[in-house]
């Protein structure tokens, strides 16, 4: 059985302890969503305030140039990148992780078309259970082609080899599920998806900053992903997109903003796309929010992702198991995957009034979400989430399921 001790003395070895203290935590709170909104560095006020005070308020518009706003999604994907095994200038931070999905993936799809050998293939693949958002992109992107496309839904990751075959031109996959933490095999199911013919976009939504990426060595064809989550860059922070250096050359979306140009100010009136990762850009980006990107992105300079994933492990290792020890007498199901491999960064368990028992923990000052259908969720940001507040939750947790402390009546939120 592991003791409170125990934990405290987790705390006292972790390499990673001294990172908290960059984070702007509100006291008597333990905050368990990273996965949804990473907590705020500190560091992003001062940075705030610089950019509105000074590169707004006194340089004006002089900043585009003197400040380097104008070519700032591309510094700050460079920033990015060794996150994600990327190579320089080959991410743009811009416009929300949908839009990403929609540019990429209609990239990938122009590109399938204009290969002959691939040139009628209709389909689409990704999973029933990946993140809506992605399901609702390529179902309007199919209907709006209205050229035959077909999205094809898969129900479980081991059906995905088979529905994956040479009919299929384009597979998207959310590297760990948002719902369950399940983690997929970049590396094999990329080379699956490639030995059929089919380009692969994958979503790093829940990956970039929790899990070692290494899109490179998986030889990826293209992936998006948001900032605000582990990369702790705010609310509705600018995405990001991926478009390796193989596919420059060839990279379109319909998406042609004036930012795609590959002379902007030139004013000309046909549409002529920049020859790099400038394309995957559309409009005019905001500045503010896109530059505190930085600020989460600078934590990540004083330590490794092997470090980060060492004691993500650790943490919901920790988690797991103090969960099943401490509150076993309730029905709670382990949805989370246990082993190693196929683990992101997040832990969830079902429970009947999974929503009910959500709230109560937050008004206890422990802090997850909710997902339907009934998916307690829990976010392990190991910047900032110590051994003892584990501890601490599952104590907290325990003492409601076993004086049922939750109220059956609450009306569920906008946001849950």
């Known amino acids: 059985m592991i003791t409170e001790n125990h934990c405290i003395q987790l705390d006292q070895n972790d390499a990673l302890a001294t990172l908290r203290q960059q984070f702007a935590l509100p006291p008597d709170t333990i905050y368990l969503d990273g996965n949804s909104l990473g907590a705020q560095p500190r560091a992003a006020l001062d940075h705030a305030q610089h950019i509105i005070h000074q590169e ?14 104008f070519n700032r999604p591309l510094s700050i994907g460079n920033e990015l990148a060794p996150l994600i095994g990327a190579q320089a200038d080959e991410v743009a931070v811009t416009d929300s992780t949908s839009v990403n999905l929609f540019k990429a ?4 799809l122009h590109l399938q078309r204009n290969t002959p050998a ?30 035959g496309y077909e999205l094809r839904l898969v129900d479980q990751p081991a059906d995905l080899h088979s529905a994956i075959d040479q009919d299929v031109a384009l597979v998207v996959l959310t590297h760990v599920n948002y719902r369950t933490g399940y983690m997929f095999d970049m590396v094999e199911l990329t080379a699956h998806c490639q030995a059929q013919g089919a380009l692969v976009v994958w979503d790093l939504c829940h990956s970039a900053g929790a899990v070692p990426v290494d899109l490179h060595a998986a030889n990826a064809d293209f992936a998006i992903g948001c900032t605000y989550k582990y990369l702790n860059a705010g609310p509705g922070a600018p995405a990001f997109i991926w478009v390796p250096k193989k596919h420059q050359p060839h990279f379109t ?7 795609a140009h ?3 100010f030139e004013m000309q009136t046909n549409f002529k796309g920049a020859p790099d990762i400038r ?7 905001p500045i503010i929010s896109l530059s505190l990107v930085s600020s989460g992105l600078a934590v990540f300079k004083q330590t490794t992702m092997a470090q980060i994933r060492t004691k993500s492990l650790a943490l919901t290792d920790l988690f797991i198991q103090l969960v099943e020890e401490r509150c076993a007498d309730h029905p709670l ?16 368990f079902a429970h009947p009034h999974g929503y009910a028992i959500v709230q109560a923990l937050i008004e206890h ?9 009934h998916i307690m969720r829990f976010g392990f940001t190991p910047l900032y989430t110590s051994f003892h507040e584990v501890w601490q939750a599952v104590d907290i947790l325990k003492d409601i399921l076993d004086h049922q402390k939750y109220d059956l009546n609450l009306e569920k939120n906008a946001v849950t």
């Open 365 to 373: 000052g422990v802090i997850g979400d909710y997902r339907e259908p």
């Open 118 to 147: 691939h040139a009628q293939r209709r389909i689409i693949v990704t999973e029933r259970s990946n993140f809506p958002t992605d399901i609702y992109i390529l179902e309007g992107l199919s209907h709006f082609l209205n050229d």
């Open 333 to 348: 199901q382990l949805e989370t995957p246990r082993e190693h491999a196929h683990r992101g960064s997040h832990v969830s």
């Open 105 to 108: 993936a209609a990239a990938a």
């Open 279 to 285: 394309a995957a850009l559309c409009g005019t980006q």
């Open 56 to 69: 707004w308020g006194t340089d004006l518009i002089k900043s585009w140039n003197t400040a380097g706003w």
């Open 262 to 264: 590959q002379s902007p």
């Open 253 to 259: 979306q319909p998406l042609t903003g004036w930012w």
